[in-house]
């Protein structure tokens, strides 16, 4: 008698049924495809689900251009946009932000208009699909390529509608979290899409300035870190730096630069890069001596506010980093704004002063191994030692 074999496995219609090799990628797409098409629950919008999950795993191998070349940019993108149900939504949305880092994927998505998807998915009814949406689009702005496609789809305008509270009085209180959510990650694509220049000159045009100018004051550190490194992108020209000091800027500024209230260490000091990374576009080009107000007093009101001293102190801390052998590329930009702001309140005789105090530790740093700290702390020491 011949051997007796077990009977197959029994497949329910839910199972995932998979290829191998080449063909992998192709079946793993034809799951996708077609969304909109069935009831959420479906075993067809299951197994679309189930088969995203199995193409983000491809995707950390050599198999992401076979994905990609089997189409599964298109099909992502209508999934994202047409798929009843919220979860295969945000699904399609995280596995275009994995297609986004790198090239061939953001090839595809140009090629197949992922922006279109994208601005549809922004206005989803759910928050939970138009966060991974807002998250997806800050990556893609992180490229060239993507900055230029978004500006050219009029993200900024969207951009900004999601970094501005509601109207008619404020959201309801179970609503005011997902929000604030909502609007630090539109924040954070906007500052991405300002580190080009096309990008600038469109937030500037759309009147940007104000909201993210708002954003500067929100509760949370993250809201608090992407609108000044937003806004040190925007104040590059004496409209906007007016428009900022109009709208306290310097006294918001004062406050981050101590950041007394900020625990953690970390958060401490992006917070404060941040900060120092404004005051040093605030400042630089506004000699107090040649320009007209409100020009001029973006240097006199720093040192009003009491941001010399709070300067000392940052670099005392970084001499402290230096001195432990911790200092390196990553941990010094804190110090290089610091030493930039120092160069320019160092125009002010009030402002050197002041800034005295710092000396001895500027020159420590003089001979740190961080060329960029270095050569902007020696700039900083010239001026600061200045004598009329």
Known sequence: ???????????????????????????????????????????????????????????????????????????????????????????????????????????????????????????????????????????????DEGRKALVEKNFVELLLVHCRDPPDGGPPESEIKEIKETQCLALTALGRICQGEGGRAEAIRANAVPTVLEMLHAESVEAQYQAAMALSLLTFDQAEKAECLGGGVMRKLAVMLRSDKVQDDMERRRLRTAA?????????????????????????????????QSLVSIVAEVVLLHMAGELDDRNSELGVYAAKSMTELADSPKGRKLLKAALGDLKVLAGSQVPTLCKNVQIAIERIEFVP
Do not use: W
């Open 276 to 308: 120092a990374a404004l005051l040093m576009s605030m400042c630089n080009g506004t000699r107090n001596e040649s320009l007209p107000p409100p020009h001029a007093a973006c240097k006199a009101e720093a040192i009003e506010k009491g941001i010399c």
């Open 1 to 143: 008698m011949g051997e007796v074999k077990p009977n197959p496995k029994q497949l329910f219609p839910t199972d995932l049924t998979l290829a191998y090799g080449r063909g992998a990628a192709v079946k793993l797409v034809r799951y996708i495809e077609d969304a909109g098409s069935d009831a959420v629950g479906s075993n067809k919008s299951i197994l679309r689900l189930k088969a995203m999950e199995q193409s983000m795993e491809l995707m950390h191998g050599q198999d992401f251009t076979s994905l990609v070349a089997a189409g599964i940019v298109p099909a992502l993108n209508e999934t994202a946009t047409k798929d009843a149900d919220e979860k295969n939504r945000v699904a399609a949305l995280v596995a275009l932000c994995r297609l986004a880092r790198e090239r061939t994927g953001r090839e595809s998505m140009l090629e197949n208009d992922s922006c279109a998807a994208l601005c549809g998915a922004c206005t989803d009814s759910v928050a939970a699909v138009r966060k991974e949406c807002l998250a997806t689009i800050g990556h893609f702005a992180n490229y």
